[in-house]
């Protein structure tokens, strides 16, 4: 899915492809952070700043506001000098658990 093809209930923060605000509910927030990890950044990939700078580009101006939430929400993680970024791997779920049901 491309930042294009945003889902139904995210669309009120895009206009043309853009985003025009930030949700402040942290499950909102939560959700668009995830679409735009899930749909900007490739998932077995390292990312130079710039790089992530760049795609951020492509839907709001402030990167490093948006860089800072994709770190805190854990979608994106980064080595410890800042030099390289990846999109996180969710956690597998553990084989303690039984099955949803």
């Known amino acids: 899915m491309s930042v294009n093809e945003t889902p139904a209930d995210l669309a ?3 206009t043309e492809g853009r985003l025009t605000s930030i949700p402040r509910k942290p499950a909102r ?3 668009l952070l995830d ?3 899930q749909s900007l950044f490739e998932p077995d990939r390292s990312y130079s700043e710039r790089e992530v700078n760049d795609a951020l580009l492509t839907v709001h101006a402030d990167t490093s506001m948006l860089r800072r939430y994709l770190i805190e929400a854990q979608l994106l993680t980064r080595t410890r000098d800042g030099s390289s970024y990846r999109r996180a791997v969710p956690p597998a779920a553990s084989s303690d658990q039984p099955p949803a049901a």
């Open 29 to 31: 927030r939560t959700a």
């Open 35 to 37: 679409h735009l990890a």
């Open 12 to 14: 009120a923060f895009f």
